[in-house]
């Protein structure tokens, strides 16, 4: 099974060649190595991903690169996250023209909101306000 590892913090001015070459003498254990670049500019967004073969290769890698010296900054590499559905469909077609779909469209918009819960902090205020408003929408 493979494992992705971010690798972030790197500088903007790095070349996708320059960032292979990092992980070059990894080559038996590395899958692939992806820079991500600004689609205008092309140059480093400050991120990338390298997938391994393994999580014994994800470990030896992330101690090995984690902290380690390029062009003067300190790389951070870590295991990837899991990509969530929502971010597959936003890395997909663009993700703000999905997420304007998604303001407008009352279905969507309203399901998601169920799903959002309220801040602890102000949990109690919240509650009070609602059975204010229940009071005033039940008394006309």
């Known amino acids: 099974m493979s494992v992705r590892l971010y690798v972030g913090n790197l500088p903007k001015e790095l070349q996708r060649e320059e960032f292979e070459s990092v992980f070059a003498e990894e080559s038996e254990g590395v899958v692939s190595v992806k820079l991500i670049t600004d689609r205008k ?59 304007k779909k998604s303001r407008k469209g009352g279905a969507t918009a309203a399901s998601n909101q169920t799903s959002i819960q309220p801040d602890p902090r102000w949990a109690q205020e919240l509650e009070k306000l609602k059975e204010l408003l229940a009071t005033q929408t039940t008394a006309s």
């Not at 990338?48 to 290769?57: A, H, I, P, R, Y």
């Not at 101690?63 to 295991?79: A, H």
Request: hydrophobic content about 25%; charged content about 35%; glycine content about 12%.
């Open 41 to 99: 500019t092309g140059k480093c967004r400050g991120f990338g991903f390298v997938t391994v073969k393994s999580d014994e290769v994800a470990d030896v890698l992330v101690e090995k690169y984690n902290g380690y010296q390029l062009q003067e900054t300190s790389l951070k590499v870590e295991k990837a996250l899991p990509r969530s559905k929502n971010e597959d469909d936003a890395d997909a077609g663009g993700g703000r023209r999905n997420s």
